[in-house]
């Protein structure tokens, strides 16, 4: 039986996605589609360390640079409530959310977990990619009225 990074691969290969393999101390496997949605974001596709057969479909939306300078001018408090605040529209898109710290950016990272057995197939995987997609844009649409 193929593993599930087989799969992916297949997967993706078969719909013709242009992506690579990156080493990740965090993950069984990852791979990146460059340029993944229409704001040029990477889609993440992993499984992580340790929870065999779960499948990560992400994207990471940066705040663009006056969304940092107006984020870092609030106070804690006012951090705090503009997080709870994405928090909870990630919620209503039903995407697990993560806030990140990388090359000096601030992001969101919007990800939908597959758990399920009957969600690991290429239907359910392509469909899922469409959403994370939209997820991507509706998430910076957000970030930018959220301000």
């Known amino acids: 039986m193929p593993s599930l990074k087989d799969n992916v691969e297949r997967w993706l290969t078969h719909e013709n996605y242009s992506f690579k393999k990156i080493e990740s101390s965090e993950s069984n496997f990852k791979f990146l589609i460059n340029n993944g949605d ?9 499984e992580p360390g340790q929870q ?9 939306v940066e705040f663009k ?3 940092i300078r107006r984020f870092l001018e609030l106070n804690e408090n ?3 409530k503009i ?3 994405i928090a909870d529209f990630c919620y209503s898109i039903k995407a697990v959310h993560k806030f990140l710290d990388e090359d ?3 992001k969101v990272g919007v990800y939908i977990v597959l758990d399920k057995q009957e969600q690991l197939n ?3 995987f392509m469909e899922t990619l469409q959403n994370v997609i939209e997820m991507s844009e509706k998430t910076n649409r957000f970030l930018i009225k959220s301000f």
């Not at 229409?38 to 992993?46: C, D």
């Not at 065999?52 to 990471?60: F, S, T």
């Open 38 to 46: 229409a704001l040029g974001n990477n889609i993440e596709i992993f």
């Open 52 to 60: 065999e057969n779960i499948l990560v479909v992400g994207i990471k």
């Open 65 to 67: 640079t006056k969304l």
């Open 78 to 80: 006012e951090q705090e």
């Open 83 to 85: 997080k709870s605040k």
């Open 104 to 106: 000096g950016k601030k």
């Open 122 to 124: 290429q239907p359910f």
